[in-house]
């Protein structure tokens, strides 16, 4: 064995995005010693990039929210595959949650009267998303992170966890290595929370930053916890298309919140041609009513730029595939309109959406208070993830917990923008205290030396292959058939022919090979990576497989219509006992009668 280094805590954090920080405050705060890893630094967390806000019925802009309608909305959007005890809690809690990170210290943006600002977003029926701009993100990653360094939280920036500890079928605590130095570390935990984020990086057009690449899901998969809903992979309408460079960076939906509008080649607003029936009733007859909406009108329906992500996605996709796309492959997302009705629109733009106007005029050298920009679908945010009590955030591995993007059950088939940074907070904070619970009722685990010796074994391998195939060819090839074979339309021809080439992407993985040392080294940071992107891909593919329907963010070409049986299950994977992806559905528990009221009453 070579040499690590070693610590002690009562709950470790594997992550310090909204989920992880706000998971270690809750359990600092019940007085348990705490750790918060990060494979990159401190504040660097994709919450970071957050633009549009934070879903919660505040109803600071329209008092006719509540949480009731928040839950209808949130399970209308996630086509009732949602875990309706999450949905429950979620929009109960998320508005306190808004508030005590306002509390400590989170300035939102304001209403004349002085509450947090909300604003409009897609699925969601009345203004509800509290933010800070366009970069809200930022914000709530400032307040998190003050907050918990003041807590006298432990905090190991750049260190990358690689496999999960066990002590039988018990959490004892995780492997990893710092990025700097390239030492190992054993960190040893009564508790573990994974807070680790999405997978974007299996697909080649992403709006995910390089540190996600599915680490979480890969390992609490091999440390036998169930996965469910793999097969839901967000595909956001709008990242940017061009230049090259930048394809797949996001274009925030507050755009389109703020009056902008989706035009084809031809400058027709093409929207308007496909309405879902589930959203007829709440979607705008005119374009005139669809304006009146984003400027405050109680009295008009939003407009169709607003219905759930998948459904935009798709249309974006069609209008390219028929011919009436944007030059570059996209559509037009056109802010600029807003000029021919209201005064000074560039500083109004500029001022709503500052990060957009700045990114638009530096990467693409185009003013977005002049001309529409060219959009199109990006992969974006994973719906499945490790399958947990919906309370406490358990998985099915005693003491290990999981939050966030990490974790699955809020969303069910589709995320509504905003309920992502919401998840964070409630479902961040409760893992934190269920974490903090379990880690006072009982000890450290043991640690097994021969697993400590295989996990080091399995990470400095690529050292040893001298000659080797580079990672990033392999990853490369992964991210880019992902892309063809399992993207936003997909039928089962090609997911076969994709399990077929995960397989030859897999022996192509054994025999990737690194040079260099140990310190600061990519391409052996790359290398470990991989395998995690590779245990995702075959998730989601064999997931997406199993589901022979269409809903929400799973679209089949070879069966293009919802099928009522297909909603009354989750898809969960777990590891067998001879190593072999599982792959089963399981019923979705009866919802309570005052819930389905609730439901029918908001239809
Ligand atoms: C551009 C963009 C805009 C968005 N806008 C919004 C919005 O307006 N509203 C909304 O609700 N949602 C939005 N989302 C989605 C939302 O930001 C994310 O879903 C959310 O931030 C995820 O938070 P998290 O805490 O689960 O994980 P993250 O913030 O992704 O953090 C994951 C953490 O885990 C660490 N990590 C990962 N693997 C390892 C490992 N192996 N070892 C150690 N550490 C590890 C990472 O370093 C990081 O610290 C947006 C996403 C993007 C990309």
């Known amino acids: 064995m070579t040499e690590h280094v070693s610590h002690e805590h009562d709950v470790l954090v594997i992550g310090a995005g909204g989920a992880g920080l706000r998971a270690a405050a809750e359990a600092a705060a019940a007085g348990v010693k705490v750790a918060v890893i990060s494979k990159s630094l401190l504040g660097k967390a994709h919450t970071v990039m957050a633009e549009g806000g934070i879903a919660a019925a505040l109803a600071n802009v329209d008092e006719r929210d509540t949480w009731c309608v928040h839950f209808a909305d949130t399970m209308r959007g996630g086509q009732y595959l949602n875990s309706w005890r999450m949905a429950e809690l979620h929009a109960k809690e998320a508005p306190a949650c808004v508030r005590e990170l306002e509390a400590w210290g989170a300035v939102f943006d304001r209403t004349l009267d002085g509450r947090i600002l909300q604003r409009n977003f897609g699925g969601h029926r009345y203004p509800r998303l509290a933010h800070v701009g366009d970069r809200t993100g930022l914000e709530m990653i400032r307040t998190l992170q003050d907050h918990d360094i003041h807590l006298g939280i432990d905090v190991f920036m750049e260190y990358t966890i690689v496999t999960l500890l066990k002590d039988g079928d018990r959490i004892a605590g995780a492997f990893g290595y710092e990025r700097e130095r390239g030492r190992f570390h054993v960190f040893r935990a009564k508790a573990v929370v994974l807070a680790t984020g999405g997978i974007g990086r299996a697909y080649k057009i ?37 230049p090259p460079s930048v394809r797949g960076i996001l274009v925030t939906e507050g755009v389109r919140g703020e009056g902008g509008v989706l035009r084809n080649k031809d400058g027709h607003r093409f929207m308007f041609d496909d309405i879902p029936t589930a959203y007829v009733n709440q979607t705008a007859d005119t374009e005139e009513e669809g304006w009146r909406y984003t400027q405050g009108d109680k009295n008009a329906r939003r407009p169709p730029e607003l219905l759930t992500r998948d459904h935009v996605a798709r249309c974006i996709r069609r209008e390219v595939k028929e011919g009436r796309g944007s030059p570059h492959g996209g559509v037009f997302l056109d802010i600029a309109w807003i000029k021919e009705r209201i005064p000074n629109a560039s500083e109004h733009i500029k001022r709503k959406l500052p990060s957009m106007y700045h990114q638009f005029k530096q ?12 959009v199109g679908p990006t992969t974006h945010y994973m ?17 290990l917990f999981a939050a966030g993007e990490c974790g699955a059950g809020l969303h069910g088939a589709n995320r509504l923008g905003g309920n992502s940074l ?33 996990a080091e074994k399995r990470a400095l391998a690529p050292f040893e292959r001298d000659g080797g195939e580079g990672p990033y060819a392999v990853q490369y090839a992964l991210q880019e058939m992902m892309q063809d074979l399992v993207g936003i339309v997909r039928q089962e021809k090609e997911m076969l022919e994709a399990l077929e080439r995960i397989q030859e992407l897999k022996v ?7 040079n260099g040392n140990r310190e600061y080294n990519p391409g052996w940071h790359t290398a470990i990576d991989l395998n995690n992107l590779l245990t995702v891909s075959e998730m989601v593919t064999k997931a997406a497989l199993e589901r022979k329907e269409s809903r929400g963010a799973h679209f089949r070409d070879d069966y293009p219509k919802k099928d009522d049986k297909f909603g009354t299950f989750n898809i969960v994977i777990r590891k067998g006992a001879g190593g072999e992806m599982q792959v089963r559905r399981e019923p979705i528990p009866e919802m309570p009668q005052a819930l389905k009221q609730i439901i029918e009453e908001m239809k």
Do not use: C
């Open 363 to 374: 990467l693409a050298d185009i003013d977005i208070t002049q001309v529409p920009m060219e």
């Open 383 to 399: 719906m499945g993830g490790v399958r947990v009590d919906p309370d406490s955030q358990m998985s099915e591995v005693p003491g």
């Open 422 to 454: 919401s998840d964070l907070l409630v479902f961040g904070k409760r893992a934190g205290q269920y974490a903090a619970n379990y880690a006072k009722e009982h000890s450290l685990g043991a640690i097994d030396a021969d697993e400590l010796e295989s």
């Open 508 to 514: 192509r993985e054994e025999r990737v090979g690194v």
């Open 206 to 242: 992403t709006s995910n930053s390089w540190e996600y690449t599915g680490d979480g899901h890969a390992l609490a998969y091999h440390a036998g916890a169930g996965l469910m809903d793999m097969e839901f992979v967000q595909f956001h309408p709008t990242g940017m298309i061009w």
